[in-house]
């Protein structure tokens, strides 16, 4: 599996952005699929994921409610759509996935290279 995400951009709070987490391979559409995101000089944290058919949903405490993780198996494609920005939402965000799930970082096989969120005050 080879994930590509994308959408990142700069964005004012109070804003919204919809990032993309493209997959290649069959068993993506088995697997779940997390959100993760990194700020400077900070670790890895868990934002969310989503089940293989969208029915379930688990979030971070830093999605706050603002977060949304939606998927399109049909587009091997999952979605995070972020309201409300934040200056502290400013963060590299990986999706990640795998045979396997959890809220840590080794939980999941396979990630992408990342996009990059500022959001300005």
């Known amino acids: 599996v080879q994930l590509q995400a994308s959408g990142g951009g700069l964005a004012q709070a109070g804003g919204s952005l919809r990032l993309s987490c493209a997959a290649s391979g069959r068993a993506f559409s088995n697997y779940r699929v997390a959100w993760f995101r990194q700020a400077p000089g900070k670790e890895r944290e868990f934002v969310g994921h989503?089940?293989?058919?969208?029915?379930?949903?688990g979030y971070g405490t830093s999605a706050s409610g603002r977060f949304t993780i939606s998927r399109d198996n049909a587009k091997n494609t999952v979605y995070l759509q972020m309201n409300s920005l934040k200056p502290e939402d400013t963060a590299v965000y990986y999706c990640a996935t795998g045979p396997s799930y959890g809220v840590r970082t080794t939980d999941y096989t396979f990630w992408g290279q990342g996009t990059l969120v500022t959001v300005s005050s």
């Open positions: 989503i089940n293989w058919s969208g029915s379930s949903t």
